[in-house]
């Protein structure tokens, strides 16, 4: 039984290794497909932890975070890459979320991120008002996420003209 955890933290080891790997690969193609020189170091490097083993599920989640929140920060966003890490951030550190709570929030955050650091045309409008209009219900009564999304929702919102 306990080489089977051992196994299986192990497995979930190497796929967050593997996350970050692909994360960083797409961060650079993306750094080429938009012109910027391959020297130039990254702004506003962001970087989330999860210290707590259990929520080691989370890291591919907060890879894609980071890697989007950087494309968006290079585009000169940097108030909606800000809201976007500060509710990463926010969520990661919560003690009043549940874990699948957490995942859920973090998996919205993420698919916002890609959203805007999409070029217009690429956005999906029905599906940036469906994950802004739902994440509320998600995060429920954690009151530090909450606070920070009724910051930040205009600023999102105000983004993707919605």
Known sequence: MWSS???RFIARQMDTIAANVYRDLELRLRRQDAGLPKEEPMKQGISLTVNNAANINL???VGMINAAVNVISQQGQSEVATAIRE???AIVRSGAMQDHQ???ALQVIA???KQAESKLEGRS???LKALIAGFPAIIGLAADVTTLWDKYAPV?????GI
């Open 5 to 7: 955890l051992k196994g």
């Open 59 to 61: 890291g591919s989640q």
């Open 87 to 89: 509710l990463g951030e």
């Open 102 to 104: 957490k995942q859920e």
């Open 111 to 113: 698919d916002i991120a």
């Open 125 to 127: 409008s029905g599906t």
């Open 156 to 160: 999102i919102r105000a983004f993707f």
